[in-house]
C-alpha cells in the first residue's frame, strides 16, 4: 500500500517537473476576441501600451481596443454579442462571468460602433457608457456614437435604455428611433431620420466583405448601360 | 453427532443467507442524474460505500402510467454501480425507481427503506423520482463564435473560436478537445479562460473549398465524454473529389488511466482496495477502436469476475468486440446480462445478424461442510433447517454450501431491413451450466429461447408499430441426463411414444426429462409477447403496449422479467399553451394467473394522472400528479386469499431560479401514499415525504447546496391491522469552492438524519488537476452511527488523460 502512494506520488511529482502548476495563478477573464481586424486596429491589455491588433487576439476585462483611419474592428463577446468598431473610434471592454451568467460593458471613449447584442438571460446585461450616457441592452441593433458634446444612440430593433449620467432621466429607445444624450443633462427621442437608419445599417455590417460585380449591357438603340451589382460575401 | 466450529459458522451463514431481511441502506451514497430529458438514452451512476461486500445492484423502475417494475442490473465497478436506462422509459414527467443491493450472503438492502421482506418480488410504496423534463430546451453549453453556423469564408480568413463559459463545474474546460473535419487541432489551439482560438491558416493546415466541420468535445470530472457541438462552414470554390493523400488520414484518440487506492473501515474492521482502469478510444477514417480494462483487489475466485476486459473495432457495417459485454437483443430474450466472450454485429441493411456467444456466470466451487452419521439427520435439520444436506452413502450424510455453475450463453439474430422504416428479426438463444465444472452443486439448469420482432415506422415516425414474442423452453435441474426409452416406458406407458418423439425432437438443444418447462404446448405458459403501437399528432404523443407473459416463461437472458401477466397499458402526453403546459395520461390492467394455476385472478388497475407547467417568462415551474393503484381477486375479503387493497398517492413538485445576489434554484417536493388492504393481512402503509433544497452559485467560485428532507412512514408490522411509526429527518449542507479556477477544488458535505433513524455523514474531497491531463481526487466520508460502530472511508484516484 505504501508503494502504491509513493508510485502515484513519484508520477505527480514527475507530472509537476515537468510542467509546473501555478496552485495560485489568477486567469484574466477574458471577455471575447478580435474576430476581424481591417487595416489599422491597436488592442491594449490592461495596464499595459497600445501594440499592432492580430486577428483572433482575446480581449480580457480592461482591454482597450483603437481603430484608426478607413478601418474597422470586430469584436466578439462570448456570448456571441457582436460590435464593430467603426473608424477613428476607442473603446473598453469590460466584463465579469460566473457560473454562466456573463456581464459586459463597453466603455465609448470616441468614435462609434454598431453592435448586435443577443438576448440576454434575465440576470445578465450589457451595457454601454461613455463620459455622458450609459444605454442598457438586452437584445438588439443598432448604433451608438459619441463626440465631445452628444452622444447618439439608433435602434434598429427592440428596445434599449438609455440614460443621461448627469440628470439620471432614462429614456427607452425602440426599434426605427434614435436618442439624443446631451452634456448638459438634456436626453430626448425623435424618429429616426433615413441617414440615421442607413447610418444604423451600415454599422452593423462594416467589415462585411463587400464585392461588387459590373456588367455592361447593350440596349436596342446600341447604347451601353452599366449594370452594378453590391453584394456581401 | 460431530459438528465442527466452522461448520456451525457456515450453517449460520447460510441461515442468514435463506433468512433475506429488507433494511434500510446506509450504503448507497449517491443516484445520479436526478433528471434526464425525455426520449434519450441516460446513464445511471450509484455511489457507493462497503461496496466491497456487496455481489449485486438493481435498479428496479417503472415509467410514467406502468404498474409493473423493470429490473436494470447495474455494472458494478469499485464503489460505483452504472446502467443505462433505455430512451422507452423516459417519459415526462418523472420516473419511479428504488434500489435493492445483494450482498455475498444473499442479504438484500433497499433505497428508499421498504416494509418488504423481499422488494424484487414485492416493491416498496415509498420510492423515488428521476424526473424527466418536458419543457423548453436547454441552453447549449458550447457557444460557437466563429465562424458562424453555415457561414461561407475564405480559407485565409476562416477563425475557429468557441466560448465555454456556460459549462458548469462538473465539466473541466481544459480537457475539451476541437477537431476540424474529424482531425484533433486541440495541442495548436490556444486555451484563454473559457474561450478557445484555433487559426488554420497560423499551422499551416489548408482547408479546400467545400463543406467543412469543427466539433468541440466536452469532458466531465471523470474523463467521460459530457457532450459534443459541431457546426458546418463552407470555403467558397468548386469543391474538388478529395483523394485521401499520404497523411491525411490520421489515426486519432483519446485515452485515459485511472489508478485508486481505497481503505474502507466498517465495524472493528478495515480494508484495503485497489483498482486501476484503462479506456481507450481511437478512429481512423471509418474505423473505430475501444478498449476498456479493469482491474480490482477485489477479484477472487470464489466471487463472479470483478474484473472487466473489453477492446471491440468498428465500421459502419461491422462491429466486434471481445471481453466483457452487455450484448443488445430483443428485451423478452437477452437484456442486460453481461457476457464475457464475443459479441459481434453486421449490419448491411437489407440483412444483418447479430451474435453473442461467452459466459454469463463464473464457476464457483461448493464446499462439504461436515458429515455425521445418518441417525443425526432429523436432529441436525431441526437445528438448521436452512442448510443444504445430502447422502454420501448408506450411512453417512452430509452438509454442503452448494456452489454456481459456470454458464454459458449463445445468441443469434439474424433480421431483415435497417430499422429506419421497418425491421423483422428471429431470435436463438441457448443457455446451460456446465455440470462438469464444479465438484458441490445442485440443480444444474438449462434454457432456450426462440423469438421474432418486427418494427414499423411510418409517417415520417409519427406512427411506430413494434412487436416481439418469445418461446422458451427450461430444465431447472439437468443432472439426471435426458430420458431414456426404458425410463419413459416405466413412467409414461400411456404417452411413450409421443415423449419420445418430442425428446429425440428437443435433446439436440436441451435434456429433456421430468424437469423440463412446458410440460404441454396446449396452454403457452412458457410463452410472451409484446405489442405496441405510439402515434404522434397534433401536439399528442400517444402509446397503447399489450402484453403477455406465461407463467413459466424464462430467459437466461433476461433475469428478472415479471411472469405471469397479461394485459394493456395506454399513456397519452398532451402538448398545450404553446408547450408550457404537459398533461400525461395514463391507464392500465394487467392480470394474473395466465394458466389458471391460482385460486383466483388478480385484477390490476392503474391510473395516472400528471400536469405539468413551464410558464414563460422564469415563474416557477410546478408539476402536480395522481395515482391510483388498485388489486383485487373477487374473493371475499374475509378469506386467507384475498387480495384487495388500493393505493392512492398525489405528489407535488415545483422549482424556481431566481437571482438575489447570486444564482439560486430552489426546489419543493411534497408526496403522500395511502395503501388500505381490506384483506385479513390488513398491511396498510401510510407514508408522506416532504423535501425542500436550494443551490446556489456565487460570483466567486463558490457553490453551495442545503436541503432538508422530511419522511413520515406508518408500516406494517405483520400483525394484522398493526403500524409502526418510521419518521425521519435529514438535513443536508454542501459547499465547493474553487480558489484556482480548473485547477483546484475543495469540497465539504454534512448530512445528519435524526428521529426513528439516527445517522450523520461528513465527506471532505479535494481535486487537483496538476496539469490538464493529471488530476488527484481525494475523498474521505465519516459516517457516525448509532447504536453501532462508525464508519469511514477514504480513498485517492489518480487520472492521466493522453
Not at chain 2, 123 to 142: D, E, F, I, K, Y
Not at chain 2, 303 to 329: A, H, M, S
Amino acid at each position: 500500500m505504501k508503494h502504491f502512494f509513493l508510485g502515484m506520488f513519484c508520477a505527480a511529482t514527475i507530472g509537476g517537473w515537468c510542467s509546473p502548476p501555478d496552485l495560485f495563478a489568477q486567469t484574466q477573464q477574458t471577455v471575447g476576441l478580435l474576430s476581424k481586424v481591417i487595416l489599422d486596429v491597436s488592442h491594449r491589455e490592461n495596464g499595459k501600451s497600445w501594440a499592432k491588433a492580430q486577428r483572433g487576439e482575446t480581449l480580457g476585462s480592461g482591454d482597450g481596443v483603437m481603430t484608426g483611419d478607413r478601418s474597422t474592428a470586430i469584436i466578439k463577446f462570448k456570448d456571441n454579442t457582436l460590435l464593430r468598431l467603426r473608424e477613428r473610434s476607442r473603446v473598453t471592454v469590460t466584463g465579469t462571468s460566473a457560473s454562466g451568467v456573463f456581464t459586459k460593458a463597453v466603455n465609448m471613449e470616441s468614435g462609434a460602433i454598431g453592435f448586435d447584442v443577443k438576448k440576454q438571460e434575465a440576470n445578465e446585461e450589457f451595457r454601454f457608457t461613455s463620459p455622458t450616457s450609459v444605454a442598457s441592452v438586452r437584445g438588439t441593433g443598432g448604433r451608438f456614437a459619441i463626440s465631445d458634446s452628444t452622444d447618439t444612440l439608433t435602434v434598429v430593433e427592440h428596445v434599449v435604455n438609455f440614460m443621461n449620467k448627469r440628470t439620471s432621466r432614462s429614456l427607452n429607445v425602440g426599434a426605427g428611433f434614435t436618442g439624443t444624450s446631451h452634456r448638459n443633462g438634456q436626453i430626448e427621442i425623435h424618429a429616426s431620420t433615413p441617414a440615421e437608419k442607413r447610418a444604423a445599417e451600415e454599422a452593423m455590417k462594416a467589415g462585411d466583405l463587400q464585392k461588387q460585380l459590373r456588367m455592361q449591357l447593350r440596349n436596342r438603340k446600341g447604347g451601353t448601360q452599366d449594370l452594378i451589382l453590391d453584394f456581401k460575401e | 453427532m460431530i459438528f465442527l466450529r466452522p461448520v456451525v459458522s457456515g450453517i449460520l451463514l447460510l441461515c442468514l443467507a435463506a433468512a433475506v431481511s429488507a433494511q434500510v441502506s446506509t450504503r448507497v451514497v449517491r443516484v445520479t442524474p436526478a433528471e434526464a430529458p425525455p426520449g434519450a438514452p441516460v446513464r445511471i451512476t450509484v455511489e457507493l460505500q462497503q461496496a466491497a461486500s456487496i455481489e449485486r445492484v438493481l435498479f428496479l423502475y417503472r415509467p410514467f402510467g406502468t404498474s409493473l417494475y423493470r429490473t436494470l442490473v447495474l455494472e458494478l465497478l469499485g464503489n460505483r454501480a452504472t446502467g443505462l436506462l433505455p430512451a422507452d422509459a423516459l417519459i415526462p414527467p418523472a420516473l419511479e425507481y428504488y434500489i435493492v443491493l445483494r450482498d455475498r450472503s444473499g442479504s438484500l438492502e433497499t433505497y428508499p427503506q421498504t416494509e418488504s421482506a423481499n422488494p424484487i418480488a414485492t416493491p416498496p410504496q415509498n420510492t423515488r423520482r428521476l424526473q424527466v423534463m418536458s419543457g423548453p430546451a436547454r441552453t447549449p453549453l458550447v457557444v460557437f463564435l466563429s465562424p458562424e453556423p453555415s457561414a461561407i469564408v475564405a480559407p485565409e480568413d476562416v477563425l475557429v473560436s468557441v466560448s465555454l463559459y456556460r459549462t458548469d463545474s462538473t465539466i473541466v474546460r481544459r480537457s475539451t478537445k476541437v477537431l476540424v473535419d474529424q482531425t484533433d487541432v486541440t495541442t495548436s489551439a490556444v486555451f484563454s479562460d473559457d474561450i478557445i482560438v484555433f487559426i488554420p491558416s497560423n499551422t499551416g493546415m489548408t482547408l479546400s473549398p467545400g463543406k467543412h466541420t469543427v466539433t468541440v468535445k466536452l469532458f466531465d470530472r471523470n474523463g467521460s465524454p459530457a457532450g459534443s457541438s459541431s457546426i458546418f462552414f463552407t470555403v467558397p470554390g468548386e469543391a474538388r473529389p478529395r483523394l485521401p493523400e499520404s497523411g491525411e488520414r490520421r489515426f486519432t484518440y483519446d485515452a485515459s488511466f485511472m489508478a485508486e487506492t481505497r481503505h474502507e473501515e466498517v465495524g472493528s474492521a478495515g480494508e484495503w482496495y485497489n483498482r486501476a482502469g484503462l479506456q481507450f478510444r481511437g478512429n481512423y477514417g471509418d474505423l473505430r477502436v475501444t478498449s476498456n480494462l479493469f482491474a480490482t483487489s477485489e477479484e477472487k475466485s470464489y466471487r463472479q469476475p470483478q474484473n472487466r476486459y473489453y477492446i471491440g473495432g468498428e465500421l459502419p457495417w461491422i462491429k466486434v468486440g471481445l471481453g466483457d459485454t452487455y450484448p443488445d437483443f430483443p428485451s423478452l430474450i437477452l437484456s442486460g446480462v453481461r457476457v464475457r466472450g464475443i459479441n459481434s454485429s453486421l449490419r448491411l441493411g437489407y440483412i444483418n445478424v447479430d451474435v453473442a456467444y461467452g459466459s454469463t456466470l463464473r464457476a464457483v466451487d461448493g464446499a462439504e461442510l461436515a458429515r455425521f452419521p445418518i441417525d443425526s439427520l432429523s436432529r441436525a435439520q431441526q437445528l438448521y433447517p436452512y442448510a443444504s444436506y445430502a447422502q454420501i452413502n448408506p450411512t453417512t450424510w452430509g452438509i454442503y454450501d452448494y456452489g454456481t455453475y459456470s454458464r454459458s450463453l449463445f445468441a443469434l439474430r439474424p433480421s431483415f431491413g435497417s430499422g429506419e422504416t421497418w425491421q423483422f428479426g428471429l431470435s436463438w438463444l441457448s443457455s446451460g451450466d456446465d455440470m462438469g465444472s464444479i465438484r458441490y452443486g445442485i440443480r444444474p439448469q438449462e434454457n432456450i429461447v426462440l423469438g421474432a420482432d418486427f418494427i414499423a415506422k411510418l409517417d415520417d415516425d409519427r406512427v411506430q408499430i413494434n412487436g416481439q414474442a418469445a418461446f422458451s423452453a427450461y430444465n431447472n435441474d439437468i443432472s439426471s441426463g435426458t430420458f431414456t426409452d426404458a425410463y419413459i416406458d416405466s413412467v409414461y406407458p400411456n404417452d411413450a411414444l409421443k415423449i419420445k418423439n418430442v425428446r429425440d425432437i428437443l435433446s439436440p438443444f436441451i435434456t429433456v426429462n421430468d424437469n423440463l418447462r412446458p410440460l404441454s404446448l396446449s396452454k403457452p405458459a412458457t410463452a410472451a409477447g409484446e405489442l405496441g403501437v405510439a402515434l404522434n399528432y397534433f401536439d399528442n404523443a400517444f402509446r397503447f403496449t399489450y402484453l403477455y407473459r406465461g407463467n413459466d416463461y424464462n430467459s437466461f437472458g433476461q433475469t428478472f422479467l415479471r411472469t405471469d401477466i397479461k394485459g394493456f397499458n395506454v399513456v397519452d402526453r398532451v402538448r398545450l399553451l404553446q408547450s408550457q403546459l404537459f398533461a400525461n395520461l395514463g391507464f392500465e390492467r394487467l392480470q394474473d394467473n395466465t394458466a389458471n394455476t391460482k385460486v383466483a385472478t388478480t385484477t390490476f388497475t392503474n391510473l395516472n394522472v400528471a400536469l405539468s407547467y413551464y410558464p414563460i417568462p422564469k415563474i416557477p415551474n410546478v408539476t402536480i400528479g395522481y395515482s391510483r393503484y388498485n388489486n383485487d381477486n373477487g374473493l371475499l375479503t374475509d378469506t386467507l386469499s384475498a387480495i384487495n387493497d388500493v393505493t392512492n398517492r398525489v405528489y407535488l413538485q415545483s422549482s424556481y431560479d431566481f437571482e438575489a445576489g447570486a444564482r439560486h434554484t430552489a426546489m419543493f417536493t411534497i408526496s403522500a401514499s395511502k395503501r388500505e388492504d381490506s384483506s385479513p393481512r390488513r398491511l396498510n402503509v401510510d407514508n408522506v415525504m416532504t423535501s425542500l433544497g436550494i443551490g446556489t452559485r456565487y460570483r466567486i467560485p463558490l457553490q453551495t447546496d442545503f436541503s432538508v428532507a422530511l419522511n413520515l412512514n406508518d408500516l406494517p408490522t405483520g400483525a394484522p391491522g398493526a403500524t409502526r411509526r418510521f419518521n425521519y429527518t435529514t438535513l443536508m449542507a454542501h459547499a465547493r469552492y474553487t480558489p484556482v479556477r480548473d485547477i483546484l477544488s475543495v469540497m465539504a458535505t454534512i448530512s445528519p438524519s435524526f428521529g426513528d433513524f439516527e445517522r450523520t455523514t461528513f465527506d471532505l474531497g479535494a481535486e487537483w488537476f496538476v496539469t490538464p491531463p493529471m488530476s488527484f481526487l481525494f475523498q474521505f466520508s465519516y459516517f457516525k452511527n448509532v447504536g453501532v460502530p462508525n464508519e469511514d472511508f477514504v480513498s485517492l484516484r489518480y487520472r492521466y488523460a493522453f
